[in-house]
């Protein structure tokens, strides 16, 4: 098994004052050779948006794009004609393809609005754009590990354009689980979105994260209280 380790103040940081960014991997102005994408993993921002702020229609392309909201609504707009807030318990997929256009706006104008946005490389190149919305809160249990979003025709109703899994696990109590990779070849960057976990006599806290690979199965002990994403990706693609 080979491993890396992400803590959370090595992480890319930008004050835009509208906007507090937080960069996993390169991104704008940031940049570290070393840190640029993790397998098909090219983008995790853990985004923090001013009241009534965001961010006005831009162009993607060739890029599935996750949004995952944790406080306040991301009101979202796209030249393909999708309209509407996304807002916790929600995820958002948007398949940029041969091109899309579209803004990302705080829906409040007095609440700060707190996400995670994760692009993924897609396993081919010029698809139809194409956008999913969907609720995930009344799909999750607590002390498993459940999947969000998987490859086109596979287990999850939420789907992208590349053989990439990405799962949420909530604890409440002390316990071990085991994840199973989906595909032998895949790896995985598990991130500390609360709490504090155990993996290979690795502590890690939260937003901190472990990039693995050349393994089948992965032991995570948790603490109560915690909540980590796992995301599954190609490492050649």
């Known amino acids: 098994m080979q491993k890396v380790i992400h803590k959370s103040e090595s992480r ?3 004050d835009h004052g509208w906007l507090e960014a937080r960069h996993s991997f390169s991104f704008a102005n940031w940049y570290n050779p070393e840190r640029v994408q993790f397998g098909a993993l090219r983008v995790i921002n853990d985004d923090k948006v001013a009241p009534g702020r965001g961010f006005s229609t831009h162009p993607h392309d060739n890029m599935e794009i996750i949004t995952i909201p944790t406080q306040g609504g991301v009101r979202h707009q796209d030249n393909m004609g999708n309209e509407g807030v996304v807002m916790p318990g929600e995820l958002q997929i948007m398949s940029a393809g ?5 803004s990302e ?7 700060s609005l707190k996400l995670f946005q994760i692009w993924i490389f897609p396993d081919m190149q010029n698809v139809e754009p194409r956008y999913q919305q969907i609720k995930i809160k009344d799909h999750i249990h607590l002390n498993k590990i459940n999947l969000l979003v998987g490859p086109k025709n596979g287990p999850s109703e939420a789907w992208i ?3 990439a899994f990405i ?3 909530e604890s409440d109590k002390e316990q071990t689980i085991s994840y199973q990779l989906y595909e032998k070849t895949n790896g995985v960057y598990i991130f500390v979105v609360e709490g504090s976990i155990i993996i290979d006599d690795e502590e890690l806290l939260q937003r901190d994260a472990i990039g693995l690979w050349e393994t089948e199965q992965v032991e995570l002990s948790a603490k109560s209280d915690t909540k980590v994403l796992f995301f599954e990706v190609p490492m050649n693609y």
Not at 98 to 102: I, K, N
Request: net charge negative.
């Open 12 to 14: 890319g940081y930008a």
């Open 98 to 102: 041969t091109g899309v256009t579209h």
């Open 105 to 111: 706006l705080n829906a409040s104008q007095d609440e």
């Open 161 to 163: 354009n590349q053989n």
């Open 167 to 169: 799962s949420l696990f």
